[in-house]
């Protein structure tokens, strides 16, 4: 029923940008922005509630923004100040009811910063 599309994602250099976005069909609710890099677990790194209120992990704040537009039903996530730490895969995550888990999944785009 509802279909995620991630992209944006690319090679840069570190101090560079990139700006992901997530394409969102079908009803949209609680959406958040995770990543995995090689040989780690997944995990969460900027989310958005039901009232528009974000959240980040420690190690972006200051450097990610996450918004999101419900006209289009699109997710991003603007990412400046970028570091060779910050390389993995990066998915688009929604929450059919945001109080349940995260039960959708895009596929992922990467993202790979050079030092």
């Known amino acids: 029923q509802v279909q995620l599309q991630e992209s944006g994602g690319g090679s840069v250099q570190s101090g560079g940008s990139l700006k992901l976005s997530c394409a969102a069909s079908?009803?949209?609710?609680?959406m958040a922005w995770f990543r995995q890099a090689p040989g780690k677990e997944r995990e969460g790194i900027a989310d958005t509630d039901s009232q528009g209120l974000t959240t980040y992990t420690n190690s972006v704040k200051g450097r990610f923004t996450i918004a999101r537009d419900n006209g289009k039903g699109t997710l991003y996530l603007q990412m400046n100040s970028l570091n060779p730490e910050d390389t993995g895969m990066y998915f688009c995550?929604?929450?059919?009811?945001?109080?349940?888990?995260?039960?959708?999944w895009g596929q992922g785009t990467q993202v790979t910063v050079s030092s």
């Open positions: 079908g009803d949209t609710r609680c």
């Open positions: 995550a929604l929450k059919r009811y945001c109080w349940s888990g995260y039960n959708y």
